[in-house]
Nanobody, 115 residues
Framework: QVQLVESGGGLVQPGESLRLSCAASGLTFSIYTMAWYRQAPGKQRDLVARITNIRSTNYSDSVKGRFTISRDNAKNTVYLQMNSLKPEDTAIYYC?????????WGQGTQVTVSS
């Protein structure tokens, strides 16, 4: 079955960086659009960044210029490099794989930005 396993979350101070990873298995990774979403307590789950199978990317306005999404098809892994982190980036970050009617989610990884 399809599995998406996120890693790399943690507690950091404002201005610091983190890199999240999402390792995928059970799917033809290279053809999927991969994305990162996040959900803060009491809020809806929102798109952070997306990368298509041809590596076209888009970002939410709140992270543009600070976050970078990338993928390594040889490793079936998608990354989210997060720089200049702010307290408002605190959330559970979820990996998503999607194509046509297929849509898969990871279990999430907690990112906390606090001094």
């Amino acid at each position: 079955q399809v599995q998406l396993v996120e890693s790399g979350g943690g507690l950091v101070q404002p201005g610091e960086s983190l890199r999240l990873s999402c390792a995928a298995s059970g799917l033809t990774f290279s053809i999927y659009t991969m994305a990162w979403y996040r959900q803060a307590p009491g809020k809806q789950r929102d798109l952070v960044a997306r990368i298509t199978n041809i590596r076209s990317t888009n970002y939410s306005d709140s992270v543009k210029g600070r976050f970078t999404i990338s993928r390594d098809n040889a490793k079936n892994t998608v990354y989210l490099q997060m720089n200049s982190l702010k307290p408002e980036d605190t959330a559970i970050y979820y990996c998503n794989a999607g194509i046509n009617q297929y849509d898969y989610w990871g279990q999430g990884t907690q990112v906390t930005v606090s001094s």
